[in-house]
């Protein structure tokens, strides 16, 4: 309870899901709040609302990929950063099935889909603005930059959550691309650089 209190700052959170399989977080959620009255904690007990309890499968960290994907989990959290990366990384997954010309992953093959401006949302994860390289950070950046100037839509993924981890696999940047580019699939582009 003193960690919600100590790290969650309710101006900016919209929501807080407490997760377990079982009654764990029902109890936890009773326990939170009954200390709150004796405690007389008036931000917990104002912004109680923003806690949603939802069953988990497991307590493992691949049960969050579940419960985001959950719709009636997502029509709560409409407009979490968390439920945009979700739904972007799946709306990726799906095109890259479907229509293979409109996602690339790979910094050659997203470059140069961002120099014909075809790139409609970007994804790319946080742990490459952290990377050792200050040329590879700044090639990020600029990517970034140039995605939002030609009016892409960004979404940087937390290496923590589970859909940064998916996007880490698939070399930490992706795009979804406003139009089909065939020719990139034809291109045999190096990966001596990828990052």
Not at 91 to 120: C, M, W
Request: glycine fraction near 6%.
């Amino acid at each position: 309870m003193q960690a919600i209190i100590r790290h969650v700052n309710f101006d900016i959170v919209k929501c807080v899901l407490i997760a377990s399989p079982g009654f764990v977080k029902d109890q936890f959620f009773e326990y939170m709040i009954q200390a709150a009255v004796k405690l007389d904690n008036k931000v917990l007990l104002d912004n109680k609302g923003k806690f949603v309890l939802v069953h988990a499968s497991s307590g493992f960290k691949h049960s969050l990929k579940e419960i985001l994907q959950d719709s009636s989990i997502q029509a709560k959290l409409a407009d979490t950063k968390a439920a945009g990366e979700v739904k972007a990384l799946d709306q990726f997954y799906q095109l890259l099935q479907t229509e293979p010309s409109r996602a690339f992953y790979g910094i050659k093959h997203v470059e140069h889909a961002n120099e014909a401006q075809a790139i409609d949302t970007l994804l790319i994860s946080d742990n490459l603005f952290r990377c050792q390289d200050v040329a590879q950070r700044k090639r990020y950046v600029a990517l970034v930059d140039s995605v939002k100037e030609n009016g892409g839509d960004v979404k940087i993924f937390s290496s923590l959550h589970i859909s940064g981890e998916q996007l880490a696999q698939l070399t930490g940047v992706a795009a979804i691309l406003r139009y089909p580019m065939p020719e990139l699939e034809d291109e045999e582009l190096s990966s001596d650089d990828e990052g």
